[in-house]
């Protein structure tokens, strides 16, 4: 006879999944983002297979997302982890492909704890005013979205 056990973990973050269309590149992108969210997206490098690529920030520094090499083309992962008190943003270019994204060339991440929950509606009005952005859309609750969240 088997037997079951169940976990009950809380997890003290809560995350926001939006998704982005648009033809610039993600340098360009992450610089109108910047500017209309006043928010300082950097570029991260990440740990390949083949070899190391050296991180961008010292490594004493924590961060919420952990950085999984499958999920992010070469160069194609920004993050914030310091411009708003205990939320992080993160703008990369997905490699997994789910046929429910694929009109979103991009994924904006907002992480925030759960006791600092983020307007979602304020966010979406205004990086759907940015230029480069054509759409942004909020894809929180779409099955299988969790295969792309670092």
Avoid at 91 to 101: A, D, E, N
Avoid at 127 to 150: E, F, R, T
Wanted: hydrophobic fraction near 35%.
């Amino acid at each position: 006879m088997s037997k079951q056990i169940h976990i009950n973990k809380q997890f003290d973050y809560h995350y926001i999944v939006i998704g982005i269309a648009s033809h610039e590149h993600i340098w360009k992108l992450c610089w109108e983002i910047n500017k209309q969210l006043s928010i300082s997206l950097k570029k991260q490098y990440i740990e390949y297979e083949q070899g190391t690529v050296p991180p961008s920030k010292p490594p004493n520094t924590q961060s919420l997302f952990s950085k999984e090499p499958t999920y992010f083309e070469d160069s194609a992962y920004y993050e914030d982890t310091e411009s708003h008190p205990r939320t992080e943003f993160a703008l990369f270019r997905p490699t997994v492909s789910l046929k429910t994204l694929e009109a979103f060339g991009y994924i904006f991440l907002i992480r925030s704890n759960t006791d600092s929950i983020p307007d979602i509606s304020s966010f979406l009005q205004q990086l759907n005013q940015v230029s480069a952005v054509i759409s942004a859309v909020d894809i929180s609750d779409i099955k299988n979205v969790n295969k792309i969240i670092p």
